[in-house]
């Protein structure tokens, strides 16, 4: 039951469990996010978009080289955190905020240059509607980071069950998005060193 409740938790954090998951969240994607931001390209003029933003950690580093940034999630917990973080730039109207089902983005046809995803594809039970709406939003040559710990890696852990978790390994994140009508020729899927034993 402990391990099925984090598990829940990590795919919707609520209430004083998800306001820990919250931090949990921060410490142990600080790399990956940076490794997604990195990946972008982002410049001063480019329009960011992150699906599943958490405690706003990925939206502040964003947010250093954007122009505007829009982080979306749909725990008001991991908002509320985020919002706390990013309290000047939401102030100042570079980033903005807002609770939101992927599959129904709050966010204008062909308007973001840039999309990331970190540790969220896992709870994606439907990919096909989060898909479309990537990519209706994104511009042409638009880019978009998704990172996600791969099968063989968390296999082990025991929040990570079927009830809560869709896992992958290179083959099926590529299979996937081509499924979901991203072109293959157009996508590249790299394994990257996180920390011992993850990748």
């Avoid at 990590?10 to 998951?21: D, E, F, K, N």
């Avoid at 080289?65 to 973080?85: E, F, N, P, W």
């Avoid at 840039?114 to 638009?142: Q, T």
């Amino acid at each position: 039951m402990l391990w099925h409740e984090i598990g829940a938790q990590l795919r919707h954090p609520t209430g004083v469990g998800g306001w820990a998951i919250g931090h949990f969240m921060r410490l142990v994607n600080a790399r990956t996010n940076r490794l997604a931001v990195d990946r972008l390209d982002i410049s001063s003029h480019s329009t960011v978009l992150e699906l599943g933003c958490g405690p706003g950690h990925g939206i502040a580093l964003a947010a250093r080289r954007a122009g505007t940034v829009y982080g979306l999630d749909q725990s008001a917990a991991m908002l509320r955190q985020a919002r706390r973080r990013n309290r000047r730039l939401v102030e100042r109207g570079r980033v903005m905020l807002r609770e939101a089902h992927f599959n129904a983005l709050p966010v204008e046809s062909k308007s973001i240059d840039c999309a990331l995803a970190v540790n969220v594809i896992y709870f994606w039970r439907d990919m096909m509607p989060v898909a479309a709406e990537l990519r209706r939003v994104l511009k042409p040559g638009g880019k978009l980071a998704i990172y996600a710990t791969s099968r063989e890696s968390m296999r082990g852990w025991k929040f990570a069950t079927s009830a809560t978790h869709r896992l992958f390994d290179e083959k099926d994140l590529l299979d996937a998005l081509q499924a979901e009508g991203f072109d293959g020729c157009e996508i590249s899927v790299s394994k990257v060193k996180v920390a011992r034993h993850i990748d």
